[in-house]
């Protein structure tokens, strides 16, 4: 039986965004589908409160999540909050792709400067305060980009690398089991071929391939 996982997208973003990672993830024998929420109104509260429910109605094993930027933000509290709850985890490994699992210094500058915080909607707190340590007992992963393109390189503050919107530091949470740098831009992680590599080596192996 194929392997179960769960793709959420990003800030601004909707499940269609996911639809090449997934055929790719389908490509390599997994069982992937695509997790929809509105990121701006509701946020990541009610995204959680919907995944944690998708994540109970699988049957079979575990279910791994990959979420990129904000997405992986939700699936980590998701892990956090179920692993606390559950002898038997019902999630198997966590993927991140250039999420400011530190929080976003281009969120705060947004939000301080730029009067642009209303942008971010309800997503905005959690964006700007990031998570504490990993201390969870899911498996996680963090792949972050190195292509400074992107509009938020326009906001400053970003120290390089980055990839256009999240600083590498800010995807460095203490406790991961994981983290490897791809030479693509925030977006592109959605795209990047070694960014896929990557995602399914740690799926199957619970670590990433050497560079």
């Not at 559950?86 to 699992?101: A, D, M, T």
């Not at 305060?129 to 390189?153: F, K, Q, T």
């Amino acid at each position: 039986m194929s392997e179960r996982v769960i793709l959420l997208h990003g800030l601004w973003m909707r499940a269609a965004a996911l639809a090449p990672l997934a055929q790719r993830l389908r490509a390599a024998g997994f069982e992937p589908e695509t997790f929809d929420y509105h990121s701006l109104r509701g946020g990541p509260d009610a995204a959680a409160q919907r995944l944690r429910a998708l994540i109970y109605d699988s049957q079979g094993g575990p279910v791994h999540l990959v979420g990129h930027s904000l997405g992986g933000l939700v699936a980590l509290e998701v892990a956090r909050q179920l692993t606390e709850k559950e002898s038997s985890s019902p999630i198997g490994r966590v993927v991140c792709l250039g999420s400011p699992l530190r929080g976003s210094a281009a969120a705060v500058s947004m939000a301080r400067h730029w009067g642009t915080g209303w942008l971010m909607g309800d997503s905005a707190a959690l964006l700007q305060r990031g998570l504490e340590d990993w201390c969870g007992r899911c498996e996680v992963g963090v792949i972050a980009g190195r292509l400074p393109v992107g509009l938020g390189a326009l906001l400053g503050g970003l120290a390089r690398p980055h990839d256009g919107t999240v600083m590498v530091a800010e995807t460095e949470l203490p406790g991961i089991h994981g983290h490897c740098v791809v030479s693509t831009s925030h977006t592109g992680l959605l795209l990047s071929g070694p960014a896929t590599r990557q995602t399914v080596a740690f799926l199957r192996h619970g670590r990433f391939e050497a560079a």
